[in-house]
C-alpha cells in the first residue's frame, strides 16, 4: 500500500477553508479545522484570550461575525516545506468601517491535518496602553523566546 504524505499544498487548502469557514460563521466547519485542543493566541486588549479549544475558537469567530459584521481575506501565505507550519497575512473587515492587518503562525498537527495552534499578530498594538505588547498566555520562555534585550 502506497503512503500518503502531507504537504504544503494540503495545508495551504486547510487555511483557505478556515478562513471561508469564518466567513461563512459555519460552526461545523471552523471547529473540522482545528484539534479538539487547538490554541488561538491573541495579543492583548481582547477579552477571554487565548481561545482554547476548537469549539471556543469556532464560536469566538461567530460572534465576530455576527456582532462586528467581520470577513477576512488572505493577503500573502507562506508554508513550510519541511515542518508542520505555516505563514498568513491577513484584513480583517468590521461593518465596512475598520481594518485590521495582521499575520498569524500556525502549527499544524500532521497526522490529523488540522490547525493545533494560531498566534495572531497585528499590524498595531490593540491595546495602546499595554507596555509590553506580546501574545497573552503564550509561553514565551519555555518555547525558548529571548525575555530581554542583549
Request: proline share 6%; glycine share 6%.
Amino acid at each position: 500500500m502506497a503512503e500518503t504524505s502531507v504537504g504544503p499544498a494540503d495545508y495551504e487548502a486547510l487555511m483557505r477553508r478556515y478562513f471561508d469557514a469564518c466567513n461563512a460563521a459555519d460552526f461545523d466547519a471552523l471547529v473540522a479545522c482545528f484539534t479538539p485542543d487547538a490554541v488561538h493566541y491573541f495579543p492583548p486588549g481582547l477579552a477571554g484570550v487565548p481561545w482554547r479549544s476548537a469549539e471556543t475558537i469556532a464560536r469566538g469567530w461567530q460572534e465576530c461575525v455576527a456582532t462586528l459584521g467581520s470577513q477576512w481575506t488572505v493577503d500573502r501565505l507562506i508554508v513550510s516545506h519541511d515542518s508542520p507550519e505555516a505563514v498568513m497575512e491577513w484584513t480583517h473587515w468590521k461593518n465596512a468601517s475598520a481594518t485590521l492587518r495582521g499575520a498569524e503562525w500556525y502549527a499544524f498537527d500532521p497526522e490529523t491535518l488540522r490547525i493545533s495552534e494560531i498566534r495572531a499578530y497585528y499590524a498595531a498594538p490593540a491595546d495602546r496602553a499595554a507596555q509590553i505588547n506580546e501574545l497573552v498566555g503564550f509561553d514565551y520562555a519555555g518555547r525558548g523566546y529571548p525575555l530581554a534585550s542583549h
